[in-house]
T-cell receptor
């Protein structure tokens, strides 16, 4: 079946560096993508999203890039801080006509560790 | 802000017990979801509901059932808990038919079945 996957399960960076977390997806019908951050002991929190008709979207210190040609999604975090340490998930929504009920397919996650 | 709450943060149950996990959201969302989260496997959808008394199976429904008697409340039921159901359980909600909107998650319930 179709799935969302991550290239790197762990990423360690120094405080102040930029971080890039990657995600590959295989379903060309995916029309909406989300990045979530999950801190230890908490539920996933929304970071940023992007629709399939866009290739870049920026938020506060975060940028999501979408390359539909190679089915690749990335999350860039600028000036990474210790508080950014968490597990990051990408998720995709596959539009199948009508309503998809908002169902998402999640990747396995990448652990980001930021060293002071 | 949307608030999704789950009845317990930690639960310890014995094999064979009936277990109820409760989820409540306060934003009048139609769609609610139950996931389990295991290391290396990400979030896997167990069941979801798109209206009161309506439910659909997700990717891993075996061993679970759900109940949605009121719009704001979605319950996950383990009829006879087994050790392989030890996991983190996450509830989420979203307005109906809103493709292109993120799901809002609760804090999770860590269930241990001994």
């Amino acid at each position: 079946g179709e799935s969302v996957g991550l290239h790197l399960p762990t990423l360690s960076v120094q405080e102040g560096d930029n971080s890039i977390i990657n995600c590959a997806y295989s379903n060309s019908a995916s029309d909406y993508f989300i990045w979530y951050k999950q801190e230890s002991g908490k539920g996933p929190q929304f970071i940023i999203d992007i629709r399939s008709n866009m290739d870049k979207r920026q938020g506060q210190r975060v940028t999501v890039l979408l390359n539909k040609t190679v089915k690749h999604l990335s999350l860039q975090i600028a000036a990474t801080q210790p508080g950014d340490s968490a597990v990051y998930f990408c998720a995709e929504n596959i539009y199948a006509g009508g309503t998809s009920y908002g169902k998402l397919t999640f990747g396995q996650g990448t652990i980001l560790t930021v060293h002071p | 802000d949307v608030k999704v709450t789950q009845s317990s943060r930690y639960l310890v149950k014995r094999t064979g017990e009936k277990v109820f996990l409760e989820c409540v959201q306060d934003m009048d969302h139609e769609n609610m979801f139950w996931y389990r989260q295991d290391p290396g496997l990400g979030l896997r959808l167990i069941y979801f509901s798109y209206d009161v008394k309506m439910k659909e199976k997700g990717d891993i429904p075996e061993g679970y059932s759900v109940s949605r008697e009121k719009k704001e409340r979605f319950s996950l039921i383990l009829e006879s808990a087994s050790t392989n159901q030890t996991s983190m359980y996450l509830c989420a909600s979203i307005p109906w038919g809103r493709v292109g909107y993120e799901q809002y998650f609760g804090p999770g319930t860590r269930l241990t079945v001994t």
